[in-house]
T-cell receptor, first 113, second 113 residues
Framework: SQQGEEDPQALSIQEGENATMNCSYKTSINNLQWYRQNSGRGLVHLILIRSNEREKHSGRLRVTLDTSKKSSSLLITASRAADTASYFCATDGAQGGSEKLVFGKGTKLTVNP | DTAVSQTPKYLVTQMGNDKSIKCEQNLGHDTMYWYKQDSKKFLKIMFSYNNKELIINETVPNRFSPKSPDKAHLNLHINSLELGDSAVYFC????????????FGNGTRLTVT
């Protein structure tokens, strides 16, 4: 299957530090997306990176994609307590289509004030 | 003016009962989904509908039956509930193209006793 695997499973840092989460997947993709899930809430889309892109930025978020290694990383700079959440990567497969988006198991990030 | 809303938020019921979860989106999206998130936070797609037509039906017991009366609504009916059905069920929607992110509801926590 093309399921993504996030690493680490859990990460605890102090406010102001950077947080890096990694995602590996198994098959070719069209795009990779990152989502955040706050406790008791639905997932919220953060950023999408296409297979022909290597890096993308959005505010304090930086996503990289290495299709040769089938991996992606999400970097959150200058973390805040409000960044505490679970972060998931999702891949769509080379055939494309959000209909078949497959999520990893997530990284639980705790940012301590 | 919630974009994707699902009801109820919590559902506690006994084994063998039949229950329904409702979902509505006001984003004008063509595609709607049901995902199941287990106790380990693993998110797995169950169904996907595009313009009221079923396009994905993953390996889900036929006790689960989705119904889409129009493209803004996708309800989930579950017959003969079992203990293993306890999970959080998320409704989501998106435009039907490869680069469209998913918009999630806040989930329905189903507890079967």
């Amino acid at each position: 299957s093309q399921q993504g695997e996030e690493d680490p499973q859990a990460l605890s840092i102090q406010e102001g530090e950077n947080a890096t989460m990694n995602c590996s997947y198994k098959t070719s993709i069209n795009n990779l997306q990152w989502y955040r899930q706050n406790s008791g809430r639905g997932l919220v889309h953060l950023i999408l990176i296409r297979s022909n892109e290597r890096e993308k930025h959005s505010g304090r978020l930086r996503v990289t994609l290495d299709t040769s290694k089938k991996s992606s990383s999400l970097l959150i700079t200058a973390s805040r307590a409000a960044d505490t959440a679970s972060y998931f990567c999702a891949t769509d497969g080379a055939q494309g289509g959000s209909e078949k988006l497959v999520f990893g198991k997530g990284t639980k990030l705790t940012v301590n004030p | 003016d919630t974009a994707v809303s699902q009801t109820p938020k919590y559902l506690v019921t006994q084994m063998g009962n039949d229950k329904s979860i409702k979902c509505e989106q006001n984003l004008g999206h063509d595609t709607m989904y049901w995902y199941k998130q287990d106790s380990k936070k693993f998110l797995k797609i169950m169904f996907s509908y595009n313009n009221k037509e079923l396009i994905i039906n993953e390996t889900v017991p036929n006790r689960f039956s989705p119904k889409s009366p129009d493209k803004a609504h996708l309800n989930l009916h579950i017959n003969s509930l079992e203990l293993g059905d306890s999970a959080v069920y998320f409704c989501a929607s998106s435009q039907a193209n490869s680069y469209s992110p998913l918009h999630f509801g806040n989930g329905t926590r189903l507890t079967v006793t």
